[in-house]
């Protein structure tokens, strides 16, 4: 098992910047993937980034560009880097875990809302 807190969220402006944290309760480096979805009002919840374990990267076509998944293995964190922040990113952000054990099992933190707005 592990538990996720995300931080991080907040209100910008179009154009400007945000990092979302994703601090796990274990070394994230026994988890095969930790990604980043979304889910705005009234729509389904949206897959954004993955990072596996053995650091290989993947990015929904929305982001792709604009936002870079990384983590920090001593801090057992995963970071969302936002750039170019746009009000279709309003959202709120959850943090995704996957743990291959026999069969695979999805963890989620609370989530973290992040609003983009002028």
């Known amino acids: 098992q592990v538990q996720l807190v995300e931080s991080g969220g907040g209100l910008v402006q179009p154009g400007e910047s945000l990092r979302l944290s994703c601090a796990a309760s274990r070394t994230i480096f026994s988890i095969n993937r930790m990604g980043w979805y979304r889910q705005a009002p009234g729509k389904e919840r949206e897959w954004i980034t993955t990072i596996t374990n053995g650091g290989s990267t993947q990015y929904g076509d929305s982001v792709k560009g604009r936002f870079t998944i990384s983590r920090d293995n001593a801090k057992n964190t995963v970071y969302l880097q936002m750039n170019s922040l746009k009000p279709e990113d309003t959202a709120v952000y959850y943090c995704?875990?996957?743990?291959?054990?026999?069969?695979?099992?999805?963890?989620w933190g609370q989530g973290t809302q992040v609003t983009v707005s002028s």
């Open positions: 995704n875990a996957f743990i291959l054990d026999g069969i695979g099992f999805n963890y």
